[in-house]
Structure formats: C-alpha cells, structure tokens
C-alpha cells in the first residue's frame, strides 16, 4: 500500500458518515474560530474606550490661582466632559460609589475639595502636590485599574501643563520687567558713575583748596593773638593817662586856688609852663608812635591825637598866658581857671581813650577767640575734604561696578516679544517630546496579537484533529508495510487538513478582521509550515504514548502559551520558562509571523524555519522509528483500549 491510498482511505474513513463529516468540519474550523473570534474581539479595544463607563466626582472649592479664582476641578472636568478618552459621567459622590458597587462604572475619578488650593501653593513658600483620587472594583474588571490608572496620569499631565504653562507665563512676564526696570537702573548707574566723576573733581579741587586755608587761618589765628596782646597794652596806657590827666586836672585846680601865691612864683611857672609847651610836641609824638605800635590803624590814633590837640593848643596858650601873667598878674585868675577847665577836659578825654582801648583789647580778645576757632574749623574743614575726596573715588569705583554688574545682568536676560514668551511658557510646561519612530509597527492591538494566536490556534487545530485522525493505519502495521511509508502516510493527513485550517484562518484574518501584511504569501507558508511541524511533534507523541502522549500534547500547548512570548516580552518570564521559550516552537512561529506580517527582518525568518523545520524533521523520525518498533514487537499496551477512546 502507497502513501497515497493510505492517505485516501483515512480520508475516507473520516468522511464515512454524515456526522463524521460534521464532527471532521467542526475540527478543522476550531483554529478558525479560536483565532478569528479572539482577534475579533480583541481587534482594536484601546479604540473603544469611549464606550467604558467611568464616573468623575469634582468636589474642589476652588482657589487663587496666578492671581485670580479659579476652580481648577470645574476646568479639567469640562475638558474631560468634551474629550472621548471614555464615557464620562459627573456624578455625586455618592451615585459614583454606588455605581461603582453595581458594576455601572468601571471606576471612579474624584478631583477632591483642596484641589485648586494645592495647585496654588506652587507659587508659595510651602509648596504639595494636588492629589486625584482613583477607586477601582477588580470584581468589575481587573484591567480597570490599569486603565484607569493612565487615565488619571494623562489628566495630571495635563492639568500640570495648563497650570505650569500659565505660571511659566508670569514668570517670564516678570523677567520681562525686571529686565526693563534693570535697563532703568543701568541707565541710571551710568548717571552716577558720571556725576560721581564730576564730583571727584570737585572733591579733588576742594582737598586742594583747604590746605592754604588752614595754613592763613592758622596764620591769622597766630595775628590776632599778637593783636590782642598789643590792645592789652593799649588799654593799660590809657589807664595810666586817664590817671594822669586826672591828677593834673587836680593839681591846675590848686594853680587856680593858689593864684595868689602865683604872684611870687610867675618866673617858676613860666619857666615850666615854657618847658611844658616845648616837650608838647614830643609827647604828641611818643603818644602817636605808642598808639602805633598798640596796633591802632591811622585814622583811630588820628581821632584819639585829634582830642590832645586841643590840650596842646591850651598848653601853648596857657603858656602864653603864664607869661603874659608875669607881666598881666590881674589877667593869671582867668588863665589859672582856663587852665583847670583844660585839665579837667584833658581828663575827660584820657578816660574816654582808656574806655576805647579796653573796648579794643574786648575785641582783639574775642577776634583771637575766632581767629582760634577758624583755624581749627578750617584744620577739620582740611582732614574732611582729604576723606570726602577718597570717599567719592571708592563711591564712584563701586558705582562703575554696579554698573558693569546691572549692564551684565540685563544682557543675561533675553530680550523677547509677547510671542516668544507665550511660546517659551509652552516649552517650559512641556519641556520633553516625545519623538516615535518604529522600524516596524502592528496596525492596531488586534494585530499585535494576530503572530501569537495563529500560531497557537495552528497547535489547537491539529491537536483537535487528532481526536479523530488515527496516528497511524494499524491496517498497514499488521502487513507490515514500509515504516517510513507509514509514518509519512499518518503525518501527512493530518499536516494536509491543517494546511486547509491555516488557510481558512488566513483568510478570516486577511479579508473578514482586514489585518495587512507586508508579506502575505510568506506569512501563509509560515502557518502552513508551523501547522505541519505541529503535527509531526503530535504525531510522534502519539505513536510512542498513545492516549498519555495525546495529554502530553495538551501539557506542551499550556508550556508554548507561556512561554512563547506572544503578549508580554518572553525576557520578563521565570529563568525555568525562558529557557523553554528557546527550546519548543511556538516561539519561532510568532517571531516569524511578527517578521513577516509587519515588514520586519526577514534574516531571522530563515532561522525560525531552520528551528521549526528541525522540529518536523525530529518528529517525523521519532514517529517513524515508533512505528518500526511497532511492526517487529507487539506489546500488551498495544492491545489495551485507549483511555481517550
């Protein structure tokens, strides 16, 4: 019997009857409608999120924010209201719990009362975060939590960058002004910096103008001190005139009383008042050069000589009387009392200069009392031009500092319009973007899925098969016929139904679920060499354990479903599960229908083959020699009834 009558008469013994028929379609069309229902449902649920129920409860108070009211929750509520991420509903935070409880929502966000009022502490000194509150029920649906977990980060992304970009804004806006009032301020400091200047100048100009007026004040004080030393003996001379013209007023008084006596002594009299008359002269002389040297000016010696001429002309008329009266002895009483009134205005005039020259020494006293105080006003006057100019120099030095300082500032400080402002508030909010490329990418998460659930519903598909396809034809044992012929023969039915399985599952996925693929052809041969490696290590298991091995088939579907790596990467499974994952086949099936299907590397897709066809090759051998054993030994397990029947 040939490979092709052994095959024909399986065929035909499945398709014997009405119901085998039934029961042999509704096999093949399990890989079918395992793949295709699953992917269908799973085709693209990201995409319809909009239909998930999920409760928002705003109960914030709202709060000064950048300056005014504002109520943050209200704000992010109507933007969430108007967005399509899930079927929102705002509701009291009680009807949220209780449709929580009931599974009407799949979990709740609540925006609480300090929200605002958190978000306004950014700008203070005691800034924390504004919290948002997610309550999830897993009794509804485990992956709630997970969505709703992204959920609630996007909206805090979103409300950071609403309330980050404004404050960015009033930042910037205040740089703006500090740097035009920065601008102001160098302006300014570049007035003072010159007008220091200027005054430095002058401070120079007055250091050097006080020192000579220290040195003549100094010198004036030493000039008064020596006029009033003089005034002092002025005053003491005039006393003793005003005495003296005292006693002679005196002593002309007795001339008059003793005008009798007069007579006897005329020659004596005439005699010294002759001598009196002659010294006259040199007395106004002595007088002038001692008023002089008193330190008295001209005009007031003049004035004081002014009052002694008089004296003197009555001296010399006296004279002329004394003599007369030695001849006019009749005419000596009226010239004895002319005498006596001249002495007695002599006086008069003595006490008079002896007042004035005390008045003088007073005032020369109290001009070297100044002249004192000049000096030492105009000593200090010096001392503080000298710190006043070195105090303008450090001023104007720290001045040209301030303003080299402010001018730098100003230049540290950009200069931008209303625009870029806005647009660096923006950056400032959102400072990361993110950037995707991909080398490959799925159309959608149906297609993400499609490689890992082709290549297991390829597994079930053949697997189901052989609950009614005999691994082998005992018909053909008993005669014994060719192993190899048989092996081949008993693989070859069931690779050949599941060829018709993965093309009806390819077509489901191509035209019904509309998956692309950048490589059709490839990504069915890839199913049709999976399928019939799938039935080789089935078909081996069979022939060596029968019935065990058929469970043991079951056993490596659950290990393939874990270990493949179809969802999540096969690096995040247990060290024991990675290693299967390089060792059973499921996984080189999906890596090449990943290959294939989004246009990736098409290198690695030689190398799955390899890997797979070493599984087929492998199977093929192990099932043969299983069947040449079976054609030289009979054992009683194979005359036992098989367990799954």
Do not use: C
């Amino acid at each position: 019997m040939k490979i092709p009558q052994m095959i024909t008469a399986e065929l035909r013994r499945l398709t014997s009857t009405r119901m085998s028929v039934i029961a042999l379609i509704a096999l093949l069309a399990v890989p079918i409608l395992y793949g295709g229902l699953y992917l269908w449902a799973n085709q693209d649920p990201y995409g319809n999120l909009s239909s998930v129920p999920v409760a928002l409860v705003v109960d914030d108070k709202g709060a000064d924010v950048n300056g005014q009211h504002r109520n943050l929750g209200d704000e992010a509520a109507e933007q969430l209201l108007d967005s399509d991420t899930f079927q929102w509903h705002r509701v009291s935070s009680d009807q949220a719990d209780a449709g929580l409880q009931a599974g009407d929502f799949d979990f709740i966000v609540t925006l609480p009362a300090g929200f605002s009022e958190a978000v306004a502490t950014l700008s203070s000194n005691a800034p924390r975060q504004a919290d948002i509150e997610l309550r999830t029920n897993d009794a509804n649906n485990y992956l709630a939590s997970t969505i709703g977990t992204q959920a609630v980060a996007k909206i805090q992304q979103s409300v950071a960058k609403k309330v980050v970009d404004e404050a960015g804004l009033s930042l910037l806006d205040a740089l703006h002004t500090i740097r035009v009032k920065l601008v102001d301020a160098t302006n300014g400091a570049t007035q003072l910096v010159d007008g220091l200047a200027t005054a430095k100048n002058g401070s120079s100009q007055l250091a050097a103008g006080s020192a000579p007026l220290a040195d003549g004040a100094a010198k004036l004080a030493d000039g008064n001190a020596q006029l009033s030393s003089g005034a002092n003996q002025l005053r003491d001379g005039t006393a003793q005139l005003r005495d003296g013209s005292a006693r002679v007023a005196d002593g002309a008084r007795q001339v008059a009383g003793g005008v009798d006596r007069l007579d006897a002594a005329a020659r004596q009299v005439g005699s010294v008042a002759g001598d009196a008359a002659s010294q006259l002269p040199q007395a106004r002389t002595d007088i002038a050069k001692a008023l002089a040297d008193a330190g008295l000016d001209q005009s007031r010696i003049d004035a004081i000589l002014s009052r002694l001429d008089p004296v003197g002309e009555r001296l010399t008329t006296a004279n002329a009387r004394v003599q007369d009266t030695v001849k006019q002895i009749d005419q000596l009483d009226d010239g004895a009392r002319q005498v006596a009134s001249g002495s007695a205005a002599l006086a008069t005039g003595a006490a008079t200069a002896a007042d004035g020259a005390s008045a003088l020494a007073e005032g020369a006293a109290t001009a070297a009392s100044g002249a004192s105080q000049l000096r030492d006003g105009t000593a200090q006057l010096r001392d503080g031009a000298t710190k006043l100019d070195d105090g303008i120099g450090q001023l104007s030095t720290g001045a040209t500092q301030l303003r080299d300082g402010l001018s730098a500032g100003v230049q540290q400080i950009p200069d931008s319009d209303d625009a870029t402002r806005q647009a660096q508030a923006s950056a400032i909010s959102d400072p990361v973007a993110v950037g995707t490329s991909s080398v490959t990418k799925a159309q959608n998460y149906g297609a993400g899925l499609a490689p890992f659930f082709a290549a297991l519903a390829g597994w079930i598909g053949i697997y189901a098969l052989f609950l009614i396809v005999k691994p082998v034809s005992k018909r053909a044992v008993t005669a014994l016929r060719s192993p190899f012929r048989v092996t081949l023969a008993g693989w070859l039915t069931p690779a050949g139904l599941g060829a018709l399985q993965m093309v009806g599952l390819f077509t489901i996925l191509a035209f019904a679920l509309q998956f692309s693929f950048a490589n059709p052809w490839a990504a069915l041969g890839i199913l049709l060499f999976a399928s019939a490696t799938y039935a080789a290590i089935v078909l081996a298991l069979n022939v060596w354990l029968g019935s065990v091995g058929q469970f043991l088939g079951l056993v490596l579907m659950v290990l393939q479903l874990v270990t493949a790596g179809g969802t999540f990467p096969w690096q995040t499974l247990p060290g024991p599960l990675a290693a299967l994952h390089h060792v059973l086949p499921m996984g080189y099936v999906v890596d090449a229908m990943r290959q294939v299907m989004y246009g990736g590397d098409v290198s690695r897709v030689g190398q799955d083959l390899l890997v797979l066809g070493a599984w087929m090759v492998g199977g093929v051998l192990v099932a043969a020699i299983g069947v040449t054993r079976m054609t030289h030994h009979r054992t009683l397990r194979d005359l036992q009834p098989s367990l799954i029947g």
